[in-house]
């Protein structure tokens, strides 16, 4: 009997902190007006506190899922980050989170695929549910982008927010959870969208803190227009190799990276608006976030059987598609 990595449970968080497109006005020169209608984002979350990281939110959420799916932290196997902002160069953010919630019986790892994180992390667990060796993974995909941004670009400051979504893979033997899904990366585009220093290449010092290289580096023309393709032919490519048409699809879930973007790839599927997940208005880009907090934001809209197919596009540059039935 096939085994397949079903998704049991979803939970997501996101901070108190509103970062609204007024407040931006005040610390680059850009207008609420040019941010809404370029990338979709009227707000986005901020986790402000002394000493807080990514894996206080990862907590939150997870915890939040545990208590939906009425199950201990000590009945955990593993724990997949999907990050590219882990509390600390070592340990991982998953070490940290199993010690935080108590899952003494798990272990896991980070993940690191930029905006993709959390479809990488995804595919990745569905692999150790579907051999059978375990029954109960949590794939999480945050990022406390607000760590890594420099407030006075604008090509980079007015996009990312900061949040975090987990889902809870459980073997299934009926057909549902996740199906297929096709990855893939491509190097070159590093130079696009990257952190220049703080890596083994420029480890951290005075003239790099000063030249301001700790930060997101993002050359959006190049990386909006690959990532455009790069969506939607992903997208497109899956429908195809399941046999897929537009209407046997219930809901595309897309990283939430740019409205435009979400608005060629839904095209290219032939789906209609009100079937595509869309919440980018109210988080701006939690990189590996996004998906998992859309999953968590139309749970109550999801069915049993439904078709969903993931789609993501990350700096790196990365990209796939998951094709998921619903099993709830």
């Not at 939040?64 to 199950?71: N, V």
């Not at 897929?244 to 435009?260: C, F, M, T, Y």
């Not at 209609?272 to 968590?296: D, F």
């Amino acid at each position: 009997m096939k085994i397949t990595a079903a998704i049991t449970a979803v939970a997501g968080y996101v901070p108190e902190y509103v970062l609204s497109n007024s407040e931006l006005e005040k610390l680059v020169p850009t207008t609420s007006e040019w941010i809404e209608s370029r990338t979709g984002i009227k707000e986005r979350r901020i986790l402000k506190g002394e000493g807080l990281g990514t894996s206080d939110m990862c907590v939150e959420a997870i915890n939040l899922l545990l208590k939906k799916r009425g199950i201990a932290a000590t009945e955990i196997d593993m724990i997949i980050v999907g990050t590219v902002t882990p509390d600390f160069v070592f340990p991982s953010t998953s070490n940290v989170i199993c010690d935080k919630v108590g899952a003494t019986n798990a272990w896991g790892y980070d993940l690191s695929a930029a905006c993709s994180g959390f479809v990488f992390g995804l595919v990745t667990g569905s692999q150790f549910i579907e051999t059978g060796k375990y029954k109960k993974v949590i794939v999480v995909g945050a990022d406390k982008m607000s760590a890594i941004l420099d407030y006075t670009d604008r090509s980079t400051c007015i996009i990312f927010g900061d949040g975090a979504g987990a889902v809870l893979l459980e073997p299934n033997t009926e057909g549902y959870g996740v199906v297929d899904s096709i990855l893939g990366v491509d190097g070159s585009g590093r130079k696009y969208l990257h952190q220049k220093a703080g890596g083994s290449v420029k480890p951290p010092t005075h003239e790099t803190v000063d030249a301001r290289e700790h930060f997101v580096y993002q050359d959006g023309q190049p990386v909006f227009k690959r990532a455009v393709v790069g969506m939607a032919d992903v997208s497109a490519e899956i429908m195809k190799k399941n046999d897929l048409k537009s209407e046997d699809i219930s809901w595309l879930v897309p990283h939430q990276a740019n409205k435009r973007i979400i608005d060629v790839t839904a095209e290219r599927m032939g789906l209609p608006s009100e079937k595509v997940m869309l919440n980018i208005q109210r988080y701006g880009n939690t990189t590996a976030g996004t998906i998992p907090l859309c999953l968590w934001d139309y749970e109550s809209q999801l069915k049993k059987g439904d078709n969903l197919i993931i789609s993501t596009f990350g700096a790196g540059f990365t990209w796939g598609a998951v094709y998921v039935k619903w099993a709830y």
